[in-house]
């Protein structure tokens, strides 16, 4: 069964190309993905953890609630970036 495809070229003319020939992984590339997603529980774990804990060491030292809040807002901001950077690869 032939499929055809089709592409654009520089003047955004539709124009028939050949057919898209993936390059298949290797075992090393499989497994480096696979740990990839293995520890994808720190990516997103370890910066909410780290705000926290930086928020409650604030406002210990200086009395003031609202760093327990930015410390959550800062973690969770770093575990969306750290999403998103895993995503994008």
Do not use: Q
Not at 18 to 44: D, M, V
């Amino acid at each position: 069964m032939n499929k055809e495809y089709f592409a654009f070229d520089k003047n955004l003319n539709l124009k028939k190309s050949g057919a898209i020939r993936h390059k298949k992984k290797t075992k090393r590339e499989n497994y480096f993905s696979l740990a990839k997603y293995f520890n994808i529980g720190y990516y997103l774990v370890t910066p909410l953890i780290i705000g926290v804990f930086l928020g409650f060491f604030l406002r210990g030292v200086t009395r003031i609630e609202g760093f327990v809040v930015g410390g959550i807002i800062a973690g969770a901001v770093g575990t969306f970036y750290n999403l998103f950077k895993l995503t994008k690869e």
